[in-house]
């Protein structure tokens, strides 16, 4: 069995990409591997199933809310939340370089930095920074809408999920449990 560590990343339109995320962490944990999860955009405050699970649990798992004041309808279009947003990141993505160097983890998982590129919250040289970096076993997943083809290149696997049919086409809303 091979101990390199891929880059995957999981993108898309579709539903998905956190919950495939999620399993490979859960399945890395059952195996004793050390894991980190960090969301970005998805601040502390939101409450969200995979968070209360991991923290009622007793797996080597560890989320991290990278702590952003982020309003996804409102601040876009606020540039010092965007500026705020951006050195956070940055700052963030130097931490994980380093734990990536340092194989404080075996998997990483950056939930949503797929959607903070595509948005340029974040800058493609901080995760080839992370990537370069990191200890040749480490895994490093990547998660979110808009992956790059220069984003792609860099990666051992690639998913993308696709929406045939969704219920928010009908109006309804996130559920507690499924969406979040």
């Given at each position: 069995?091979?101990?390199?560590?891929?880059?995957?990343?999981?993108?898309?339109?579709?539903?998905?990409?956190?919950?495939?995320?999620?399993?490979?962490?859960?399945?890395?944990?059952?195996?004793?591997?050390?894991?980190?999860?960090?969301?970005?955009?998805?601040?502390p405050s939101l409450e969200l199933g995979e968070r209360k699970a991991i923290g009622q649990a007793t797996l080597s798992i560890k989320i991290e809310a990278v702590d952003?004041?982020?309003?996804?309808?409102?601040?876009?279009?606020?540039?010092?939340?965007?500026?705020?947003?951006?050195?956070?990141?940055?700052?963030?993505?130097?931490?994980?370089?380093?734990?990536?160097?340092?194989?404080?983890?075996?998997?990483?998982?950056?939930?949503?930095?797929?959607?903070?590129?595509s948005k340029k919250l974040a800058q493609i040289e901080w995760i080839k920074d992370i990537i370069e970096s990191k200890e040749s076993s480490v895994e490093l997943v990547l998660t979110g809408r808009g992956a790059s083809d220069e984003l792609v290149k860099l990666a051992d696997i690639v998913t993308e999920m696709k929406e045939i049919k969704h219920p928010f086409n009908r109006n309804i809303k996130a559920r507690k449990g499924i969406e979040y």
């Open positions: 069995m091979s101990n390199k560590g891929l880059v995957h990343i999981y993108t898309g339109n579709g539903k998905g990409k956190t919950t495939a995320a999620m399993g490979l962490a859960l399945r890395a944990a059952g195996w004793r591997k050390n894991v980190i999860i960090y969301q970005f955009l998805k601040p952003i004041e982020w309003n996804m309808a409102k601040s876009f279009e606020d540039k010092i939340a965007v500026e705020n947003a951006r050195a956070k990141i940055e700052q963030i993505c130097n931490q994980i370089k380093d734990e990536a160097k340092q194989k404080k983890y075996d998997i990483i998982v950056l939930d949503e930095i797929v959607f903070c590129l």
